[in-house]
Structure formats: structure tokens, C-alpha cells
């Protein structure tokens, strides 16, 4: 890989259930995530069509930017804490950032 | 009538023939027109055609229909003596806690199902569907049967209690589960929230001061509920296909259960002195099973229960059943209890 431009961090991308937005939330602030964005999603995987239409038929995407260690760590915390029961899925990649301090 | 009586009695004489003939004149004669559009919602949706509605019109328009029940109950709630009422819910809410307890031992030691599984189902069951009350207000109307104005009240009063018990089961009284959790989700949820509201505002405002909103709450609810529906049975098809994995014993749990539940809940309304119309609501009530409130709650308070066994049970039969038979059905045998 080149020489980013900008400094770099990591996108954790989440896409799970609707109904564990809440509860996921609450985990990231207290895992000192600073900032997210969600948005509603819909699709097919292990558990059968998330088509969105109703309620809690839907999933969201949660994406978080920040640093390596915490990625990491919030990362593991979320694949013990959920994955064996609800529908997640999880990943992350290197992306550059404007204004390094704000993340 | 002749259909009740075939069902609810006839034990060991069924003819097939006059009972399909009795069930195609239920269908046909009784049947709210507005049920069309949950049969095409659900063919739509079998077909996978290109039709979808997106998530806002879902909820505005079930926020519509739960404030308009809502309202309408206060109206004629503002003009009872509250505290007779207070009693019938005491009697209304066991009936909840007795249907899950039911629901679960069948479940358990008929059905083979794991406790968890079992516990989730019969919270989905033991608690109500407000799109299945929204029915049955509606086949009153059109029948012109009247009934009691605390109904609404009592769809409020059974959502929760069958959840709490689902949850003890299957987990006991584990300090892990989030009761804070569990409770705001049922508690606070929209349709709490707003079935309370409605009736409060409708006991506030009264019937002359909710005038200038009528248009939209009452002139239009079969017209919302006609959208609701078609919603409803595009979402039904989408579980339909939990019927290849989770085999007949839901698919006959999921007609028998509303038949015997509705059967109690008739009982409950003798018991608590309602009217015919009242006791059909009750019935309806009984015979229905969640598919908002329980779903959530049970979803983050017992993640091991596998949720496609209840929406399937719930959403693609038992509420399916209840629109197109169940209801027709629960008035005739209270026709034939209260004739």
C-alpha cells in the first residue's frame, strides 16, 4: 500500500439486528467509542431475509471510526457479547481522516 | 351459527362436506370486505411481486390505528365510573398470566418444544395482537354489534403481563436478565404509549372536542386498516417459508391455540358480565397472539429462543386464521353462549 495522504484509522462497520440498537449503543459509549453513524439496512445472510418493512424485521449499520487498539478491542466485546445470538456482522478497515484529533 | 356448533360440539360426527360448505358461507357472507387486502398483501407477497411499503407507512399507519382504538375507548370511557372497571382488569390479566402458563405446557410436553423455545412462544401467544383487535373492531361495526368502551383497556393490560411470565420461564429469576430493560421495552413501547394516550386524550377531549379530528381517526380507520392489512399480509408471507423448517405441530398449534384460547376468553367475559359484542373482542383478544411487543422483548431478554418459531406460529397462522375464520367464528359461538 502507498503512503496515505492522511492519517489513518480504523471503520468498524456493524450491521445487525434493529431491535439491539439500544442495547448496542449503550456498549459503544461505554466502551468510549466517541462518535457513530446508523443507518437502517436491509439483506439476506445466515439468518433469512432482513427485509426492513416492519418494526423489527429490519437491520441497521452502525459505523464507527477510531483508533486501531479500540477497534480491536470493541471488536472482540461485541463478537462475545452478541454474536452467539443475534444476527451481526462485523469488520473494519483502514480508512484516512481529515482532522485525525476528532476520532 | 351452524358452524359453531359443528366446531365446538359436534365431537365425533364431523361431516367434512357441510363444514367446508358452512366455512365457504362464513367466508363469503361474513367476511369484512377489508380482509381482501391482507389476501393481497399475502399473494403479493407469495408471488414476490414488485410490491413493498415502505417501514414509515407501516408505522404511521398502525400509529393511526392504535390512537383512533385508543380515543374511541376514552370517549365512552370518560362517561363510567372508573372503579368498576379496576376488577374486571384484575380478572383480565389472569386470563393473560392463565394463556401463557397454557400456552407454554402445550408447547412443552405436547409439542416437544425446549423450554426456552416453548417460554417464547407462549409469551407471543399468552399476550395480544392490536391488528387482530383492529379486525374485530371493525366486523362489529359492520355487524353493528356494540361493545364494551374498556376494551381497548384491556388490550393495554394483557400485552405485557404474558411477556413477563414467557421471560421467568425460560430464564427464572436470573439477575442477568435486564428487568429495567424488558419492562421499558413493553411499558414505553408505541403501542402502550399510545393506546394510553389515545384513551386519554379521548377521556380529555371527550366526543365534541375531538371533532375537528374525527376525518382522520374514525371516518377513515377502515381505510388505514385496509392499508394496514395489505402491510400485514406482505410481512406474513415473508414467514411463511418457516413452515418447511419448523414442521406441523406450529402450523396446528397456531390454528388450535387461538380456537381453545378464544373458548377461555369467552368464558372470562361471562365471568366478568360483557356484553356479546364484549365477549368477542375478549375472544379475539385471547385467540390472538403478539407480534410487536413480545418479538422485541423477548428478542433482547431471551437472544437463545429462536424467534423465526414465533413470528412464523403468530404472523403466518395464527393471525391469518383469525382474520379470515377465527373471528366469524368466536361471534357465532357467543352468539350460540349468550343465545
Known amino acids: 500500500m502507498t503512503d496515505p495522504t492522511h492519517p489513518l484509522r480504523k471503520l468498524v462497520t456493524v450491521i445487525t ?56 478491542s470493541l471488536m472482540q466485546r461485541l463478537r462475545a457479547k452478541y454474536c452467539q445470538h443475534y444476527a451481526m456482522v462485523l469488520f473494519a478497515h483502514d480508512v484516512e481522516v481529515l482532522r485525525p484529533d476528532k476520532f | 351459527m351452524a358452524l359453531a356448533r359443528y366446531l365446538l360440539l ?84 389472569a386470563m393473560g398470566c392463565l394463556l401463557t402458563l ?87 413501547g408505541r403501542s402502550v404509549m399510545l393506546l394510553l394516550g389515545g384513551l386519554a386524550i379521548g377521556a380529555i377531549a371527550g366526543s365534541e372536542g375531538l371533532e375537528p379530528v374525527k376525518p382522520l381517526f374514525f371516518d377513515l380507520f377502515k381505510g388505514v386498516l385496509a392499508i394496514f392489512l395489505l402491510e400485514m399480509g406482505l410481512i406474513a408471507s415473508d414467514h411463511l417459508g418457516g413452515f418447511r423448517r419448523h414442521g406441523l405441530f406450529l402450523v396446528l398449534f397456531g390454528v388450535g391455540a387461538p380456537l381453545l384460547f378464544a373458548a377461555i376468553g369467552i368464558g372470562f367475559a361471562q365471568l366478568i358480565g360483557l356484553s356479546p359484542g364484549g365477549a368477542i373482542l375478549l375472544a379475539t383478544l385471547a385467540g390472538s397472539a403478539s407480534y410487536i411487543a413480545a ?18 406460529a403468530s404472523l403466518a397462522v395464527t393471525f391469518p386464521f383469525n382474520l379470515l375464520l377465527g373471528i366469524a367464528l368466536y361471534q357465532q359461538a357467543v352468539e350460540y353462549f349468550y343465545g
Open chain 2, 295 to 312: 418479538p422485541a422483548a423477548i428478542r433482547s431478554a431471551v437472544p437463545e429462543a429462536n424467534p423465526a418459531l414465533s413470528l412464523t
Open chain 2, 102 to 188: 397454557l400456552a407454554f405446557a402445550i408447547l412443552h410436553w405436547v409439542g416437544r418444544l425446549g423450554r426456552i423455545d416453548a417460554a417464547a412462544v407462549a409469551a407471543h401467544y399468552g399476550s395480544v395482537s392490536v391488528g387482530t383487535f383492529a379486525v374485530g373492531v371493525a366486523f362489529l361495526g359492520r355487524a353493528a354489534i356494540p361493545y364494551e368502551p374498556q376494551m381497548p383497556l384491556f388490550l393495554v393490560m394483557l400485552e405485557m403481563p404474558a411477556i413477563i411470565i414467557g421471560i421467568l420461564i425460560a430464564r427464572g429469576l436470573h439477575a442477568a436478565t435486564p428487568w429495567g430493560e424488558v419492562l421499558r421495552e413493553v411499558v414505553l
Open chain 1, 17 to 72: 439486528e434493529t431491535s439491539l440498537e439500544r442495547d448496542l449503543t449503550r456498549e459503544l459509549e461505554a466502551h468510549g467509542v466517541r462518535g457513530y453513524t446508523i443507518t437502517d439496512a436491509r439483506g439476506r445472510g445466515e439468518h433469512g431475509s432482513r427485509s426492513s418493512s416492519w418494526g423489527h424485521s429490519g437491520n441497521i449499520r452502525v459505523e464507527i471510526i477510531c483508533d486501531a487498539p479500540l477497534a480491536e
Open chain 2, 10 to 93: 359436534s365431537g365425533g360426527y364431523l361431516r367434512p362436506a357441510w363444514m367446508l360448505r358452512d366455512i365457504y358461507r362464513v367466508m363469503t357472507t361474513q367476511l369484512d370486505p377489508i380482509v381482501l387486502f391482507f389476501v393481497l398483501g399475502l399473494a403479493a407477497g407469495v408471488l414476490k411481486a414488485d410490491l413493498r411499503l415502505p417501514q414509515p407507512i407501516y408505522e404511521f399507519v398502525s400509529t393511526l390505528l392504535l390512537l383512533s382504538i385508543g380515543m374511541k375507548g376514552g370517549i365512552e370511557l370518560a362517561r363510567q365510573p372508573a372503579l368498576a372497571i379496576a376488577g374486571e382488569l384484575v380478572i383480565v390479566v
